[in-house]
């Protein structure tokens, strides 16, 4: 399966901290993109990064993919209370996106 | 711009009764997906649609799960008969492409509940 796995599952930091989540695969992929999952706004797309690029910014968002270890990053700096959310990768092949299981994300005030 | 609508957003049935989900995508966007997600999970891929035609159903539980996009607009999921671990949030999702190139846009998703 080509699921992403990420890690950690679960991550509490205090606002203002920078928040680092990876995510692990295991087949060739056409690209990878990240989404936000939280109860307020349902799933959100976030950033989509082509396997032939290696890193990518979006705002106070950073994501890099490392194709030959099969795996990515994300980072978000300078973190607010409304990260708080679950944050998922998914790898997408020819034509099917796969989620991984999610990083639940806390920031403490 | 209009996103993914859902309805409803919430349904609690018994098991073995039958429901059905609706979904109207994104204005223009071919692509429909139907997602199952099991809390604590990432969400599952159901069925995909390119206009009115199915592009990928092998997730789909056939004996009891079917889906139609008749006019290649909107979308009906429906369950029959529901089981304790259909219990989910069923999620729509659209795209303006085909395939994985682009983002997907997701609706708010309708919470099952099975008793």
């Known amino acids: 399966s080509q699921q992403g796995e990420e890690d950690p599952q679960a991550l509490s930091i205090q606002e203002g901290e920078n928040a680092t989540m990876n995510c692990s695969y295991k087949t060739s992929i056409n690209n990878l993109q990240w989404y936000r999952q939280n109860s307020g706004r349902g799933l959100v797309h976030l950033i989509l990064?082509?396997?032939?690029?290696r890193e990518k910014h979006s705002g106070r968002l950073r994501v890099t993919l490392d194709t030959s270890k099969k795996s990515s990053s994300l980072l978000i700096t300078a973190s607010r209370a409304a990260d708080t959310a679950s944050y998922f990768c998914a790898t997408a092949g020819a034509q099917k996106l796969v989620f991984g299981q999610g990083t639940r994300l806390t920031i403490n005030p | 711009e209009a996103g993914v609508a859902q309805s409803p957003r919430y349904k609690i049935i018994e098991k073995r009764q039958s429901v059905a989900f609706w979904c109207n995508p994104i204005s223009g966007h071919a692509t429909l997906y139907w997602y199952q997600q099991i809390l604590g999970q990432g969400p599952k891929l159901l069925i995909q649609?390119?206009?009115?035609?199915?592009?990928?159903d092998s997730q789909l539980p056939k004996d009891r799960f079917s889906a139609e996009r008749l006019k290649g607009v909107d979308s009906t999921l429906k369950i029959q008969p529901a089981k304790l671990e259909d219990s989910a949030v069923y999620l729509c999702?659209?795209?303006?492409?085909?395939?994985?190139?682009?983002?997907?846009?997701f609706g708010p998703g309708t919470r099952l509940t099975v008793l």
């Open positions: 990064i082509r396997s032939n690029e």
């Open positions: 649609f390119q206009n009115n035609g199915v592009v990928d």
């Open positions: 999702a659209s795209s303006s492409v085909t395939g994985t190139y682009n983002e997907q846009f």
